[in-house]
């Protein structure tokens, strides 16, 4: 079976997409928590990850003698083993059009990622007011999120961002946990695509586990000093 080792389910968007892509597509996997302790070289966190990979970071992919990590090499691997899934949309342009925006989110959105950690057992409000009011890239990130989700929504009718749920949905699932979090401003029609990826099973499945953690990392939350 395969095995896709994972941080803490409250703080790890990157972890968050592949486990949300298998879950949501129905493919068997054996989940591996590895839970943030620190980042450092002799951390139990890098030390049994580095017995995995080289790169000792969360997500990787264990299929048998194949070893796979990043999150965007990963969803790259199921789609391929997995055609049946469709995790990739089936007409060509969307497709290309998909692997274009799930590359963006790999690469970008770095101020919205920064200064908006996923949290998602938090409700921030005051903290996202803060950070709007302060941080122009913020808002810039988000306005792309606007303006990209709009077009997408628009093109393809919902209830996903391609129709139908797709690598690109599960790419942006922690983004929609970072909007509710901090209470970012956005759009009601922005507002509800979020709601939707909130109530998909594999996200809402995901969700739980992160409620059920009850686990404060203080070092991925310098905005407070407890949980809860």
């Given at each position: 079976?395969?095995?896709?080792?994972?941080?803490?389910?409250?703080?790890?968007?990157?972890?968050?997409?592949?486990?949300?892509?298998?879950?949501?597509?129905?493919?068997?996997?054996?989940?591996?928590?590895?839970?943030?302790?620190?980042?450092?070289?002799?951390?139990?966190?890098?030390?049994?990850?580095?017995?995995?990979?080289?790169?000792?970071?969360?997500?990787?992919?264990?299929?048998?003698?194949?070893?796979?990590?990043?999150?965007?090499?990963?969803?790259?691997?199921?789609?391929?083993?997995?055609?049946?899934?469709?995790?990739?949309?089936?007409?060509?342009?969307?497709?290309?059009?998909?692997?274009?925006?799930?590359?963006?989110?790999?690469?970008?959105?770095?101020?919205?990622?920064?200064?908006?950690?996923?949290?998602?057992?938090?409700?921030?409000?005051?903290?996202?007011?803060?950070?709007?009011?302060?941080?122009?890239?913020?808002?810039?990130?988000?306005?792309?999120?606007?303006?990209?989700?709009?077009?997408?929504?628009?093109?393809?009718?919902?209830?996903?961002?391609?129709?139908?749920?797709?690598?690109?949905?599960?790419?942006?699932?922690?983004?929609?946990?970072r909007l509710a979090t901090f209470a970012l401003p956005v759009p009601e029609?922005?507002?509800?695509?979020?709601?939707?990826?909130?109530?998909?099973?594999?996200?809402?499945?995901?969700?739980?586990?992160?409620?059920?953690?009850?686990?404060?990392?203080?070092?991925?939350?310098?905005?407070?000093?407890?949980?809860?």
């Amino acid at each position: 079976m395969l095995q896709l080792y994972i941080g803490n389910k409250n703080y790890s968007s990157w972890s968050m997409r592949p486990w949300v892509l298998l879950r949501q597509a129905g493919i068997a996997f054996e989940e591996v928590p590895v839970r943030f302790d620190s980042f450092d070289a002799n951390s139990q966190f890098k030390r049994q990850l580095k017995a995995v990979t080289p790169v000792a970071k969360v997500p990787v992919l264990v299929d048998g003698d194949i070893t796979v990590w990043d999150s965007l090499a990963i969803a790259e691997y199921l789609a391929e083993q997995y055609p049946d899934k469709h995790l990739w949309p089936q007409d060509k342009a969307a497709r290309a059009r998909a692997r274009s925006v799930v590359a963006e989110m790999h690469s970008g959105f770095g101020a919205l990622r920064s200064h908006c950690g996923m949290n998602i057992e938090a409700r921030l409000p005051e903290v996202g007011e803060i950070v709007w009011r302060d941080q122009p890239a913020v808002r810039a990130d988000v306005q792309r999120l606007v303006d990209m989700w709009s077009e997408l929504l628009d093109q393809h009718g919902g209830p996903m961002l391609f129709g139908q749920f797709s690598i690109a949905d599960a790419f942006y699932a922690p983004v929609c946990m970072r909007l509710a979090t901090f209470a970012l401003p956005v759009p009601e029609h922005i507002t509800a695509y979020v709601q939707r990826v909130q109530q998909l099973p594999g996200v809402k499945a995901w969700i739980d586990g992160a409620l059920a953690e009850q686990d404060f990392v203080p070092f991925d939350e310098p905005y407070r000093a407890r949980r809860g």
